[in-house]
């Protein structure tokens, strides 16, 4: 199972954080390519996409270091909070394929939170 949560885990990295960073730091683009992104207060939006970096980093580097592994599931957790807010807020935009995204990041980010905490800490 091991091999599996990391392979999953560094996929969510790799979807993640190049969002984050598209939102973060090229806003015009993004607001270009995500209708959503001018609904939302700039400082949000950096808000959100910092959460998002920080809590990619959270889901591989304590098992990387092996250093404060429960961090990784607390990590999850958080991401997948962000995406259920996420989820709720295209909904009622009507956006139906980023909320089904938001879903199936939820989905992932929740099996990673389990199997770090039960199966495979």
């Known amino acids: ?39 939302v207060p700039r400082s949000l939006l950096l808000f959100i996409s910092a959460a998002e970096i920080l809590g990619a980093i959270g889901l591989v580097l304590p098992g990387l270091v092996h250093v404060a592994l429960q961090l990784t599931p607390l990590a999850a957790f958080g991401l997948g909070l962000i995406q259920l807010l996420a989820f709720l807020f295209h909904r009622s935009r009507h956006e139906p ?21 039960v199966v495979s800490p």
Do not use: C, E, H
């Open 1 to 39: 199972m091991n091999p599996v949560l990391w392979a999953l885990q560094a996929s969510l990295v790799l979807i993640l954080v190049p969002a984050a960073v598209t939102r973060a730091v090229s806003y015009d683009f993004a607001k270009k390519r995500m209708a959503w992104v001018a609904a």
């Open 97 to 117: 394929r980023n909320a089904s995204a938001n879903l199936l990041l939820l989905a992932a980010l929740v099996f990673v939170a389990i199997g770090r905490l």
